[in-house]
């Protein structure tokens, strides 16, 4: 979950907006890949 508050202009907020929602989106796929190869692991 991302949550946003802008205090500030709105190229800060889109900058941070877009940083957070690349680090999101990295996070997942790098756990998606971890839980991929475990759950390949258990089935053989």
Known sequence: ???ELQVVSQYDYFQRMVY???KLITENIKTN???AKMAIRCRF
């Open 1 to 3: 979950m991302l949550i």
């Open 20 to 22: 957070g929602t690349s």
């Open 33 to 35: 890949s971890i839980t």
